[in-house]
């Protein structure tokens, strides 16, 4: 299982997803976390089909935390949580440039396109969803590339890759998003998967009302120009 659990109670799970893992898939006999926990819940209770409730979900290419839910009451306490805004997402990315701005919030209106990516719209545009993340530069290098650590306080596909595009700071590693510039850079490192990581996770335990915290190092090349 490339899935690795990191805690595990009779309500939830909370598994940190290795990149190039589909969090959930549709294609018959593509391998993805959901089926993978599963598999793992279905050994425990034999004959019994599993219940899993997804929570959230990271882009395939992306690395790190997810917390799922084993019963529908747990499923239903996350989902008034991720709306009233309090579990809680931080997120690392290596970024192709470095912003004049080391703090700042970006507001973009984003649409889902029909090849299955993202891009960023006028605010007047009716299909429009407002996507709004912060930024910190926490560290640079000469290449010059920056590690920043990023909270979302909308969930919109493909939203932080997007947004930093559009903000002129690509992903390090992301050729979907990527200009022809930083792809050569990208590939010039060796680095072919993109530099984003969920690495830290809070929230109150639906059951017990504990407040839970779990942090994971990213594991991607791309960090390792920053993190020892």
């Known amino acids: 299982m490339r899935t690795e659990i990191l805690y595990e109670d009779k309500h939830i799970i909370v598994a940190a997803k290795p990149s190039g893992l589909a969090t959930q898939s549709s294609k018959i006999g593509q391998p993805d976390m959901v089926s993978e926990l599963k598999k793992h819940l279905a050994r425990q209770t034999p004959g019994k089909a599993p219940y899993l409730g997804v929570v959230h979900r990271l882009d395939q290419p992306v690395e790190g935390l997810l917390v799922f839910a084993k019963d529908s009451k747990t499923a239903a306490a996350f989902t008034k949580q991720l709306s009233a805004g309090s579990l809680h997402k931080t997120y690392y990315a290596v970024l192709c440039g470095q912003p004049d701005r080391k703090e700042d919030c970006l507001v ?8 299955n990516a993202a891009r960023v719209v006028e605010e007047s545009h009716p299909d429009g969803k407002k996507a709004v993340l912060r930024y910190q530069v926490l560290q640079t290098i000469d290449m010059p590339c920056a590690l920043a650590e990023i909270h979302i306080e909308t969930g919109r596909f493909h939203q932080i890759r997007v947004q930093m595009s559009h903000a002129g700071y690509p992903l390090l590693g992301d050729v979907k998003y990527g200009t022809e510039e ?3 850079i990208s590939r010039s490192l060796g ?7 969920a690495c830290s996770l809070e929230f109150m335990h639906p059951a017990t009302k504990e407040k839970m915290h779990f942090e994971v190092k990213p594991q991607g090349k791309a960090f390792a120009l920053f993190l020892q």
Do not use: F, N, R
């Open 108 to 115: 973009d209106y984003l649409i889902k396109t029909q090849d």
């Open 182 to 184: 930083t792809v050569a």
């Open 191 to 197: 680095i072919s998967v993109v530099g984003l990581c």
